[in-house]
């Protein structure tokens, strides 16, 4: 097993190919034949999209190996290319390789991606794998096939319509030759005449032709075998040699951004002096320790003494919605009406009925169970690292950042994968930063691995949001107005290590116990707010911004699994249910007959039946049999999506109406993506999104004290357990007739909406604050028995 | 201080040199190379980095090296030789413990990080319950954690394993 290990040889990535394969070799690549196609180089490697070689390598072992930026999060998306290139070459899985990635006797998969070996397609996001690249892996495969058939033709005398292949071996005239004979690791070059080319689009292969893509179990995933044997190389496992064990040493958890609450004001250094070989690391406001051993840096960082300004400008807890009410009042949050459709203020006063309500919804944090983890090695003329970054191209342009004068072609990066990473990609760059700066200081390489404080403290969290919203449905239950007005912050982009280094590195000065300047705020979801509705285009209609600034300390926040979707979910699906109800009309009816009739109406029609009809739905006013006694149960219905798919879920909960616990027992959910490549791949995604936005709509939230972040760990942020874990039905809508849309993230988008008006449906009573934590539940309960209206920040 | 420290794992003893203080994790990983206990919080609230210590589960990233001292480790990568020891053959062991075959039956894992706790806690529980109730497993398996939601799936993949393994595994 122990030369299964990447063991690197600084050395072996300094130039040229030879090098890289010599280096890999060690480590146990199977790389033959790539180096003559691919050569990396000190220089950068920039392939030529059009170019089919950019894309695919055949190897002289008749192996063939894609090469793309987009890297394995456990999103199985490794497998899923493979299986669309396979489909389109008629090879056989066994064959086909990823990236520079390293394969296990067994064959089992470790993820490796190198920026020196990859097309540039992007960072991995927003569901954008199999929607985005999944058509130009299909285009570059039909063109290799057809190279290879020509090459094939002229081999054995044969014409390419009298040839057939099999697990890349080309049969015609009673002869064969594998594709690795005919090519033997030499460039095709052939270049890609159709970019894209979506599932079954000719020239790809008919999808009556399929022989694995959409069917169930043909494939299993590739790196699964590793992960549970042990033998899975993460990123966390990499070692080289006479690395240095890495930790940054800062407050337990964020303070206000743009920061200045995390700045040292003194260091006592002498505090580390019985650590042997332990030193610190500063650089502008950068700390960090370097030890020899990882558990000696672990304890320097812990034991440092450190003095941090403070500056007590958050909120602190509980004070979050009144804070964002405070600032509006006083006129610090501008209004920006975006999509505005009708007169909406006279439809809501000739409406028959008109609903309204406040709902808002907490800080969250990614959170992976395995903390980021990064290792650095920075010489003189070029830096190499290992990162679990989800955009390996990005990375290398922000390091130039930290690195200078080194420039994008002096740097690498290659991928290990690391823990869950749900849109975490500030922590990878921040982890990324941090190695590099401590490597660059102390001329060695380094492994900088955060501790789970950092992890949960210093991430880009999901955003706060605050939702207020009135509809107002006729006489015959059409929603005629929808009025949305949504308090929410921006992203903000650049990560912590940099901004620590200070003002020289592109980031704000801070040094003044200041209130730092506004940063724009964010714009309403206009993803999650019904706009499969018909009131949205026929109706009247309106998106209003209230864009919340810095002024006054808000966190880091970014992009989490879906980002947005949730926080609109709670409001959007709460207020088409109630519209429901005081149509007196059933969820699921209520919904459908106020779908759009086109291809879109009619997509998210066939989720919402689907999970409907999976659930054995009875059609009810929701909320029309409450049950008595402590504990009631409920069922509810939403629809919501993010990346072009479709999802809706039907969810049955039981409330505990005096702990106020709730507890999901089952979730039955729908998605159309598209043609889905891999059913049993993408019911695990959705049976992970399912459980990870249960987790956030009943338990996660960020605390924070006037200073910091307080969250920093399990307990302080807890996440579902396996007794709460619910039981889960998964239907997948197949449309072979539509492109692959994203899977990773649609189911995550309308549990939270589906609980909610589950909540309802036992209780009779509306959920205003997420996450709906027992305190909460019990808080609602009691003011709706008090006959007292729940309004956040009011 | 460091010292030189004998420690027996997946039936083989190690020289290892680290402070009696070390916590076990850093010695598989660092000392050892092994890949399956895995660093996750660092304070026992995770189980990402399990391991059996004389069949019991235990946090080794709270554990003391020195405490281990002359007790039998067993981590991800011993459950194929454990399993061969508990059926009592004396042949070469199985590729994978029933345990890792249904977890590749089932396709349970998306990271796969925290799986490695699942498994050994999941171990545990089926070398003193051979048949668990579905209750049984959830009440075992509720202080490990997972961020990707595979629980349902750890669920199923129990209940195949303990299937398997009464039947003499696979």
Known sequence: MTGLLPEFSRKSFIKGSGALVAGVSVAGAGLAGKASAAAPTSAGYLPDLTQVDSWITINADNTITLKTSKIEVGNGITTGFLQVLAEELDTDMSQMRYGSSIYDTNGSMNTVVDTWVVTNVGGEGGSNAMSGTGPSVRAAGVTARAALLSLASTRLGVPVSSLTVSKGVVSGGGKTVSYGELVGGKRLNVAITTPKLQPGQSPAKPIANYRTVTKRDTVLRIDIPAKVTGTYTYVHNVRVPGMLHGRVVRPHGQGAYPYNSNVPVRIDESSISHIPGAKVVRVGNFVGVVAAREYDAIQAAQELKVVWNDNPILPGNGNLWKHYRDLDAKGQIPTRIGTQTGNVDAALKSAAHVVSGSFAHHYQGHTPIGPACCIADVQADHATLWSNTQNVENLVTDLTNVLSPLTASQIRVLFYEGSGSFGNGAVMFDTAEAAAILSKATGKPVRLQFMRWDEQGWTHYAPASLVDVRAGVDASGNIVAYDWTQFVQGGTSIYTSRELLGSANGAPAATANTIPSAVAGGNANTENTSPWMKVKAAGAYRLTSKPVPSSGGIFHSGAMRAPGAQQATLADAQIMDMLAVASNMDSLAFRLQNLNTDLDGQRWAGVLQAAAQAAGWKPWVAGSKLGTGTVVTGRGIANSHHGGSYAASVADIEVNKKTGKIVVKHVYAAQDAGLTVNPNLVENQMLGSTVQGVSRALSEEIRFSKSYVTSSDWVTYPILRFKDSPGFTPVIVQRIDQPSLGSGEPPTCPIIGAIANAFYDATGVRLHEAPFTPARVRSALAAAAAGHPVVPGT | ?170
């Not at chain 2, 680290?18 to 850093?26: E, Q, R, V």
């Not at chain 2, 660092?42 to 281990?68: H, N, W």
Request: with cysteine.
């Open chain 2, 1 to 170: 201080m460091a010292s030189k420290l004998k420690i027996k794992v997946n039936g083989l003893v190690h020289s290892v040199t680290a402070s009696l203080d070390t916590p076990l994790l850093y010695v598989l990983h660092n000392e050892l190379h092994l890949h399956g206990p895995r660093f996750g919080c660092g304070l026992a609230q995770c189980g990402a980095c399990s391991v059996l210590l004389d069949g019991k589960e235990i946090r080794s990233c709270v554990t003391p090296v020195a405490a281990v001292s002359g007790r039998g480790i067993t981590t991800l990568e011993g459950l194929p030789a454990l399993w061969a020891k508990e059926r009592g053959t004396t042949a070469a062991s199985p590729a994978l413990h029933p345990l890792q075959q249904a977890w590749i039956d089932v396709q349970v894992p998306h990271c796969g990080y925290c799986q490695n706790g699942m498994m050994i806690q999941a171990a545990d529980l089926l070398s003193t319950t051979k048949n668990p109730t579905e209750d049984q497993i959830r009440t075992a398996m509720n202080g490990h954690l997972c961020r990707c939601g595979t629980y349902p799936r750890i669920l199923t993949a129990i209940k195949q394993a303990a299937a398997a393994m009464a039947k003499g595994g696979k």
